[in-house]
């Protein structure tokens, strides 16, 4: 298996589809923001789906940028690296949620409740340390990032512009959705889970295009070689003369 950077950037399209069905998918029916709703088994599936997300949206915007890299310029760059950060800040966060409050759900549920109400975007009653505060950095990146990478994604003209102005408009949106109760903001994941499949299909299919024709062009160049022929060897004529 030959490794190319067309091949991974193609990985990286597919990783992008996963990314966005996945961040569809787990706010479906999703359990309610309670001490009761963390314990069960649900809960643990559904936040470890969110780090793998997390770590495949983030494979999938690292193509998308450096495929088109040029094009995007410093604006690319601020948004890329802005958007990064927020889908870390997902990783960290959905880790906690998978693994540390269920744990903990028991012996601690008034920080698990605060936690819950941070989490909605709400603020807390009471302490909730750090987290709060990576939780409105999330929050911070989540805007900031999918605004400027979508825009700079449509100012680039290499994949579909609507799916670029889709993701710049989702975050607008989830800052509207978030001030709305628990199953109407999940609809923030809407938005950027179409941009995301409809940009790491379309990441796909363009470098598959242009690596087929390139192939096809290589093996016409080929073909169309003259194959020159070694030069005909002279054969000296040998004259017969007669005795003198």
Do not use: C
Request: aromatic share 8%; net charge positive.
């Amino acid at each position: 298996m030959t490794i190319t950077p067309a091949s991974l950037t193609r990985s990286a399209g597919l990783a992008a589809v996963a990314a966005g069905t996945i961040f569809i998918a787990v706010q479906l029916n999703h359990p309610q923001l309670t001490v009761a709703g963390v314990q069960p088994a649900e809960w643990a599936i559904r936040s470890s789906l969110k780090i793998l997300m997390g770590a495949l949206a983030l494979v999938g915007i690292t193509g998308m940028y450096l495929h088109q890299v040029r094009k995007m310029g410093v604006l690319g760059l601020i948004g890329f690296v802005l958007f990064a950060a927020n889908y870390l800040v997902i990783v960290s966060t959905s880790f906690v949620a998978a693994i540390v409050l269920p744990v903990i759900a028991d012996t601690s549920p008034a920080y698990v409740t605060n936690v819950l109400v941070a989490a909605s975007g709400h603020h807390p009653p009471g302490d909730t340390g750090a987290l709060y505060s990576v939780i409105l950095l999330g929050g911070f990146l989540y805007l900031a990032g999918s605004l400027i990478f979508g825009i700079a994604l449509y100012r680039a003209r290499v994949l579909p512009r609507w799916a670029a102005a889709l993701l710049a408009v989702g975050g607008l949106a989830a800052a509207g959705l978030s001030l709305m109760p628990d199953p109407w903001f999940r609809l923030l994941a809407v938005p950027n889970g179409i941009a995301m499949i409809a940009l790491g299909y379309s990441l796909w299919r363009i470098v598959g295009t242009q690596r087929i024709g390139t192939t096809d062009s290589t093996d016409t160049t080929e073909i169309n070689e003259t194959v020159t022929l070694p030069a005909a060897v002279a054969i000296p004529r040998v004259a017969t003369r007669g005795p003198e």
